[in-house]
């Protein structure tokens, strides 16, 4: 099958959509299928060979915070020629409703379309101003993904329809297979995500860390991810302080060691996640995990069956929590078991195989895509060249 | 009489209202295509998955019970007219869920010679049927929308197109048959 997919997204900055894409592109390429992935990026000679640069985003202030996206009528063309060169027998675009390339693909190709929703944002008012806009391009996708019910939901509320929930893919045996790090093991807690990014929930696992240290007073936490630590630390009491270790960034490897070293993994994010790969990261290392009741993370433990939950932002049920899973050998062991069997779901070989079904049920006896040739002959009608 | 431009700006708009018609005659055009792909794609599916039982319950790996209530149901599904269709295929639905109740049941067709390929066919058949019948249904809300549109309404433009209607029909799948796949 030849597939293209439209990345909306900076390539060169790391994020879950671009991560997704890339894993997901790979994963095909592996089954003996063709692949070009469209992203913006500034420099074209680090990327893959299977991405096609549509040259360089721009950070523009979009939905309250920064994104770097890219749009126009530079970007415009080189879509079209895209599409026109790769011949593709499926597109696949990613968040259709950021103002990037996703939509500009949706709106000059036909063609077998299939559409993923990752996010769940809540509806923006440029979107209800847009919507007249974007509803022409949305029809054309005649497939939508969403990657957890949480998110299906708000895609149904607010875009109407319906979408199949295919959860983001790990690789499971890549997390499962690393060797636990002696320096990280023995009465461990473990947190990964940025310092200083409040809804990532550290200094709720902070607030409580004083309960935890006076039940059981060897336990140490690390912490991964980049950001300030004096900062993170300023409150704490110089004791609690000592059991804490900042590992800064770590590589994909260090991770996957350090989730396979723990005792406990806590994620205690207090919201804006939609689906929570962390989480199924440490089940791929068989880590017991301890989070907070956000919908989404509630799902992908399924329903507290694979991981304990504590209400959100709440320091002392988290203390209550860990203090109970620590001194509870068996209950941790249990955990292990539930949270490797239930991560299956999300290796990429469930989820390759989910997402080339919805290929192959929509594109199953179409004609590939091509370029709307219903802006074409308008634009010949206006006796306007072709871009 | 009124001046030449307001003639000029008469014309105009009525030249751009024209386009806007043809423009949005053009947009439910491609709509009712993409509902009929959509059907096309269903149809497919269904058969595929009412092929799929029926093979399951000729090939002696199941008790002979279980293979009569699927025959019964694949056979009845693939030969129901338009109007009994929906019926028929959520027939066939609770006739697979009550076969594959109980993972030992799975678990057996699974250890029997040949068992794991008749899985994974029934398994793929049963989920790109939810698949299929979510695009349809989605491809039929969408034209919906734009007929219910007043100006589609009153200059008809959707031609003789019958309204769309949503193929419904109950496509939960057996428990036992996705231990790891993934949520419908």
Known sequence: ?387 | MPPVTTWIWAAVAVVLFAVYLSWTAGRLDRLHARIDAARAGLDAQLLRRASVAQELATSTLLDPAASILLYQASHAARQADEEQREVAESELSQALRAVFAAPEQVEELRAAPGGEEALSDLTSAVRRVSMARRFHNDAVRAARAVRLHRLVRYFRLAGKAPFPLAFEMDDEPPAALNPQGSPA
């Open chain 1, 1 to 387: 099958m030849k597939i293209g997919i439209v990345c909306p997204y900076d390539w060169d900055v790391p994020g879950g959509v671009q991560f997704h894409i890339r894993d997901l592109a790979e994963h095909l390429i592996g089954l003996g299928h063709e692949v070009s992935v469209l992203a913006p990026a500034d420099d074209e000679s680090g990327l893959p060979p299977y991405v096609v640069s549509a040259g360089r985003a721009v950070a523009v202030p979009y939905n309250g915070s920064v994104a770097r996206l890219s749009f126009g009528i530079l970007s415009a063309a080189r879509v079209r020629r895209w599409l026109h060169d790769g011949n593709f027998d499926i597109l696949h675009v990613h968040e259709p409703t950021s103002p990037s390339l996703s939509i500009l693909a949706a709106w000059s190709a036909t063609g077998p379309m299939v559409a993923t929703f990752h996010t769940s944002n809540p509806r923006s008012r440029a979107m209800i101003a847009a919507s007249p806009i974007l509803q022409p391009g949305l029809e054309k996708i005649r497939a939508r993904i969403a990657v957890s019910e949480y998110a299906r939901r708000t895609l149904v509320e607010h875009l109407g329809g319906d979408a199949v929930v295919i959860p983001n893919g790990v690789d499971v045996s890549f997390f499962a297979d690393a060797l636990p790090d002696p320096r990280w093991t023995g009465a461990t807690i473990g947190f990964i995500g940025r310092i200083n990014e409040p809804r990532k929930g550290l200094p709720t696992l902070l607030a409580a860390l004083p309960a935890i240290l006076a039940a059981r007073p060897d336990v140490r936490l690390l912490v991964a991810g980049k950001g300030d630590e004096e900062e993170a630390v300023a409150g704490l009491a110089p004791e609690v302080r000592a059991r804490i270790e900042f590992l800064g960034m770590v590589s994909d490897e260090e991770k996957a060691r350090l989730l396979r070293s723990v005792d406990l993994y806590v994620a205690p994010n207090t919201g804006g996640e939609s689906f929570g790969i962390i989480l199924v990261e440490a089940m791929s290392a068989a880590a017991p995990v301890l989070a907070s009741d956000l919908d989404a993370f509630a799902q992908v433990l399924d329903g507290g069956r694979a991981g304990e939950l504590f209400p959100v932002e709440n320091a002392d049920a988290l203390a209550e929590a860990a203090i109970r899973l620590l001194g509870d050998p068996q209950r941790l062991a249990e955990l292990r078991v539930a949270a490797s069997r239930h991560v299956q779901r999300f290796d990429w070989k469930t989820v390759g195989t989910d997402i080339l079904a919805v290929y192959e049920t929509v594109a199953d006896g179409a004609a590939g895509v091509h370029e709307d040739e219903q802006r074409i002959s308008w634009r010949e009608r206006l006796g306007l060249p072709r871009p």
